[in-house]
């Protein structure tokens, strides 16, 4: 409906401009001064020029929109997005506002970039923008628009060019020190660096290298039998599962929950890194429920830091209750890493009747909210409460504009 009411339009003001120049002409004509004459002369290529403006196809046109190669945008990143625009015919352009259309995690959701240009009779244009602070989540580019006009503004043309593209923007990962999990109440902090292979695996056969075994691993001798790199495979031991629970709560803040999802991702990367069998689960609305089991740190997690670039505080229920609801996939033995925003006493209490000397809990907490009081009478047992700012050290730096932060310090 809108685009016959668009037709109908312009073939209005087309009819408009017939009537204009035969006006001109016939008073030209009856008139036979120079004034007239003048007019008509001065006028006429303006509205030769609209007219034919009127009758030019921009759905002639090639778009193509070339997003900068790079291999693993994280948040804070910079993106360059480049426009090519391509013609067969010359036809002189006064001005030409091409709209970029995209979507993400942004404060207004949507967004979009204007870019004004002078083409002329140019015949191929190429421009160049960037998206400063990338927000995590997926950047969606959905359409793109140009906007054009004859020399008063009398007639403007506009068309909508479907170039769809995709960029997923993954949580920037920070340094964690994975030795605040095998820290026991009561006692010091280990010295030694965290080896989980060395302390608790061993070796119980062999198989071929991939990509992420450590140096250590490499049985040599079988290496130069075979002539070709061998691994050690090693026995996993239960007790040092890590199991990672992310709250998704919707009434957890914004600005807390990507907090939340950084020091998740960090500290799955940290744990892989050193060979630790480790479990995410991430419940949201609906069926929107996840859980990865990551076994080595050759094994792909593409899935896993996908999941956590595009998870959204949008689940219903609170930590509790959706813990309640999906406790049978919590592992008997290992760790379990509860990772929300502030202190539930009745959360805490639930904790307390499931830890066990087999099972350690491990609570952190996204809000400076008086842990020192929870962790007075929690000293003999196995259940560690800490914050992400005063015990890791995340602090934020925000960009006004879009509302995400630029860096962690």
Not at 118 to 138: C, M, N, Q, W
Not at 208 to 218: A, F, H, P, T, V
Not at 284 to 295: A, E, R
Not at 378 to 393: A, P, R, V
Request: charged residues 25%; hydrophobic residues 40%.
């Amino acid at each position: 409906m809108s685009t016959l009411f668009n037709r109908l339009k312009l073939s209005g003001k087309v009819l408009l401009l017939l009537i204009g120049l035969g006006a001109l002409y016939a008073f030209a004509m009856f008139q036979g001064g120079f004034v007239s004459w003048f007019l008509l002369y001065s006028f006429s290529p303006f509205i030769i020029y609209s007219l034919i403006f009127a009758m030019y196809p921009f759905s002639f046109w090639k778009v193509e929109r070339i997003l900068e190669h790079q291999k693993k945008y994280e948040a804070g990143d910079s993106l360059t997005v480049q426009i090519h625009l391509s013609r067969r015919l010359p036809f002189p352009l006064y001005f030409l506002i091409v709209t970029d259309n995209y979507s993400g995690n942004f404060p207004e959701k949507q967004g979009q970039k204007k870019l004004m240009l002078f083409p002329l009779f140019k015949r191929k244009i190429t421009v160049t923008y960037e998206i400063a602070h990338l927000p995590r989540g997926e950047l969606v580019f959905e359409d793109l628009t140009i906007v054009s006009g004859d020399f008063f503004g009398f007639i403007n043309k506009k068309h909508q060019f479907q170039t769809k593209s995709k960029v997923v923007v993954y949580p920037k990962k920070q340094r964690i020190n994975p030795l605040f999990l095998k820290t026991q109440v009561g006692e010091g902090r280990l010295s030694r660096r965290f080896d989980y292979k060395k302390e608790t695996m061993v070796p119980s056969g062999i198989r071929e290298y991939q990509r992420g075994d450590r140096l250590s691993w490499i049985n040599w001798k079988m290496t130069a039998k075979k002539s070709k790199l061998i691994s050690k495979e090693f026995e996993v031991n239960e007790d040092q599962n890590y199991c990672i629970w992310l709250d998704r709560s919707m009434l957890i803040n914004h600005d807390a929950f990507e907090k939340m999802v950084v020091f998740a991702a960090s500290l799955v990367d940290e744990l892989t890194k050193t060979g630790c069998p480790v479990q995410l689960i991430s419940i949201g609305k609906d069926k929107d429920s996840s859980i990865f089991s990551l076994k080595r740190t050759s094994e792909s997690h593409g899935e896993l830091f996908y999941h956590l670039a595009v998870a959204q505080n949008d689940a219903p229920k609170l930590l509790k209750q959706a813990v309640e609801k999906e406790k049978k996939v919590l592992p008997e033995k290992g760790t379990i890493i509860f990772v929300t925003e502030k202190m539930d006493p009745q959360f805490l209490q639930w904790t307390k009747r499931i830890a066990s000397s087999q099972r350690r809990i491990a609570i952190i907490l996204a809000a400076k909210q008086g842990v020192l009081n929870y962790s007075a009478h929690l000293s003999k047992q196995n259940i560690m409460i800490k914050t992400i700012d005063e015990d890791f050290g995340f602090e934020r730096t925000w960009v006004q504009s879009v509302g995400y932060e630029k860096s962690f310090s």
